[in-house]
């Protein structure tokens, strides 16, 4: 028999619910959009347009990656014109 050291699944949510969560931010989608993630029990969460953390779906995350993708080529053609401006 092998001994498992692992936690039972709802100790960190134990955590949770009486110390508060703890995020992190997962990800940097844009200047303003950020993914958080609890560290305790894995729960997700992202900015929604007003500026107020909601739960992450599979929508919200999709809505995440098309404007990370979006936000990612208009820096990159801000960058390329602001060098060709600074050559002239």
């Given amino acids: ?14 955590y949770c619910s009486l110390f508060g969560h703890d995020y992190e ?4 989608v844009t200047k303003h959009v950020k993914e ?3 560290c305790h029990c894995k ?5 929604n347009s007003n500026g107020n953390l909601i739960e992450l779906t599979p929508k919200f995350k999709e ?14 053609r801000l960058k390329r ?8």
Avoid: G
């Fill in 43 to 47: 729960k997700e969460l992202t900015t």
């Fill in 81 to 88: 014109k602001s060098f060709a401006s600074s050559i002239c």
């Fill in 1 to 14: 028999m092998k001994n498992s050291t692992r936690k039972p699944a709802f100790i960190p949510s134990m």
């Fill in 25 to 28: 931010i997962s990800k940097k």
């Fill in 36 to 38: 958080y993630t609890c």
């Fill in 63 to 76: 809505i995440n990656n098309i404007l990370e993708r979006i936000h990612e080529s208009r820096m990159r």
